[in-house]
């Protein structure tokens, strides 16, 4: 799987979380936490 595809895939996954968020569904913060430092992990280490 490329990079690309794993951005698209976590940055789908982070949306859904935050939908899940906005409508008072029970959401672990350090999920979005963990998501976030992955989509920055990617995005520094092509750079």
Known sequence: MNTNQKLFNLQKELVFLRV???????????LLKKIKYQISKILTSNT
Do not use: A, G, V
């Open 20 to 30: 899940k968020q906005k409508t008072k569904q029970s959401t672990k913060t350090h």
